[in-house]
């Protein structure tokens, strides 16, 4: 456990952009996010006591979600929002280049006949969620086609009917959980075929025995 939020602390190599949004949802418990804005985002009515334990008890959470090498480079920052802008400055670069990384991931994602789908919509939507962690939206709309694009030759037919029936598919949840059900439905038939095979063998064996 890095902390007793059970946050995974930032190590200066571990993903940035997924560190920052999970430090945000700790400042958020901590009803304190207001401080990586500067005073200037605190409501008038608070005092300036209330203020200075804000900064410090947002500060305070960000120290114990930092390794010791990192917390040396920014240990010196007096607030909280100076902090999170020497972390921003020290680890954007490599935060931008995973973006730039990421995007070209997804639009060349291919879906292959050899792996199980759903282990195939587990990697796809692991580049989505990745790149959401870094702040790069994509439209529902977009995903979906995306999706539909990577698939392989043995659904095209399901494309088809999903790119222009539509079938009432207008999200890429619903396109995924079409997905999903058409392989369970070829996994049954398929085992339904094995039985019926292994029967009129067992048929044919116990036919001839009789004989």
């Not at 902390?3 to 949004?21: A, C, P, R, Y």
């Not at 804000?54 to 990192?70: E, F, G, N």
């Not at 994509?138 to 659904?155: P, V």
């Amino acid at each position: 456990m890095g902390s007793k939020w059970d946050i995974e602390k930032f190590t200066g190599t571990n993903d940035f952009g997924l560190w920052k949004v999970k430090m945000q949802a700790v400042l958020i418990q901590q009803k304190c996010e207001k401080a990586l804005k500067g005073e200037g985002a605190f409501p008038v009515t608070m005092t300036q006591a209330e203020k200075t334990d804000m900064v410090d008890k947002a500060r305070s959470a960000i120290v114990l979600c930092l390794r010791y090498k990192v917390l040396w480079d920014v240990a010196k920052e007096p607030t909280a929002m100076s902090m999170w802008s020497k972390l921003e400055s020290l680890y954007m670069t490599k935060y931008l280049a995973q973006r730039q990384f990421l995007k070209p991931q997804l639009y060349a994602f291919k879906m292959v006949e050899s792996k199980a789908v759903t282990e195939q919509l587990t990697e796809f939507n692991k580049i989505l969620d990745d790149l959401e962690n870094i702040e790069m939206n994509l439209e529902d709309e977009d995903k979906e086609i995306l999706l539909l694009r990577a698939l392989s030759r043995s659904f095209e037919s399901f494309k088809d009917t999903m790119l222009n029936g539509k079938a009432g598919a207008d999200t890429l949840e619903k396109v995924q959980a079409a997905l999903r059900t058409n392989e369970l439905t070829k996994s049954k038939d398929l085992r339904e075929d094995e039985k019926s095979e292994d029967l009129s063998v067992s048929r044919g064996n116990g036919g001839g025995r009789g004989n």
